[in-house]
């Protein structure tokens, strides 16, 4: 069955879908998106991606082109004719519109594009021992508001190609302070030496992970305590436990860094429970209504 894609009011083929050759997004990377993760008909953590995607909107002063009822609409309408009964995901774009190539923002009254697409994605883990994975290390070479989830993706392509080339899921990025950001496409969280769960605080230099946000959440529930505090290229070598999340990734264990083992190279007790209550939290309650 062929995939559809919805364009700027049309649900269409993906092969037949369009977008002009002067669209900004196309031109410019002038344009914001979202992935959100769909798990038999209930978009995970949907209230969080909805009003990230208003806030990037909002950021680069591009209009949201329909309202969020309408939006909702649409993503129920793409799962259902793409038949993503089981696990998917959603992706959204939205750029500043078509118009004359120029840097400035074109004439009031372009109308943004919007785009969405799904597709299918295997069933949600179901053991955490075999969804561990490796990453490698290197610079963060991205812009200063990298909190804004931009289509500006070259350094994340390079990193994450990189990652691929050394055969690793995923590039942790490193500031030139040698403090770990985040990764390519998730977000970095350890338990260190010392036995403290730690994630860097939200800022200009992450994105404000939806998965890092409902984990959160979900800490006290768990009996465990955050601490939002950088760490450095050395605490990362040096911890006991090493997870990413993200929309696809949930709480992925990191077992090797650049080749190295973390800790004894198993899956840990802290990233063990939390897998685990995550995917709690993706299977449990009810699908979105209709
Ligand atoms: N990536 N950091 C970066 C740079 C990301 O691109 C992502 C998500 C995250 C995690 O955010 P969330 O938990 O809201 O998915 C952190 C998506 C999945 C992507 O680009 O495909």
Redesign the pocket.
């Known amino acids: 069955m062929s995939r559809i894609a919805y364009v700027n009011g049309r649900y269409l083929p993906l092969a037949a879908a369009q977008i002009r050759v002067e669209d900004r997004g196309f031109l410019f990377g002038d344009g914001i998106?979202e992935?959100v993760y769909v798990n038999r008909g209930r978009f995970v953590?949907a209230e969080?991606?909805l009003a990230?995607l208003e806030r990037s909107l909002r950021e680069v002063r591009i209009a949201m082109p329909v309202g969020r009822p309408a939006l909702e609409g649409i993503l129920r309408e793409i799962v259902e004719r793409n038949r993503i009964r089981d696990s998917g995901l959603i992706y959204i774009q939205i750029t500043r519109g078509a118009a004359r190539r120029e840097h400035v923002f074109p004439q009031a009254g372009t109308r943004p594009t919007l785009v969405v697409t799904a597709r299918a994605l295997a069933s949600f883990p179901k053991d955490v021992d075999t969804w561990a994975t490796g990453i490698v290390t290197g610079p963060d070479q991205r812009w200063a508001r990298?909190d804004i989830?931009t289509v500006n993706?070259l350094p994340?392509v390079l990193a994450k190609q990189a990652a691929k080339e050394a055969g690793a899921f995923e590039m942790a990025l490193v500031d030139e302070a040698g403090m770990v950001t985040?990764?390519?496409?998730?977000?970095i969280w350890i338990v260190d030496a010392a036995g403290r769960l730690r994630t860097r605080p939200l800022g200009h230099d992450?994105?404000?992970?939806?998965?890092?946000a409902a984990l959160a959440e979900l800490l006290a529930g768990e009996r465990l305590t955050l601490e939002e505090r950088a760490f450095s290229l050395d605490d990362l070598r040096a911890a006991r436990e090493v997870f990413i999340?993200?929309?696809?990734?949930f709480v992925r264990p990191i077992t090797r860094i650049d080749g190295a083992t973390v800790g004894e190279g198993e899956v840990g007790p802290v990233t063990r429970q939390l897998f685990a209550a995550f995917s709690r939290h993706v299977q449990g309650g009810l699908p979105n209504a209709a």
């Open positions: 998106y992935v953590d969080k991606h990230r990298c989830k993706l994340n985040e990764c390519a496409s998730s977000n992450i994105l404000p992970g939806c998965t890092r999340t993200s929309a696809t990734s």
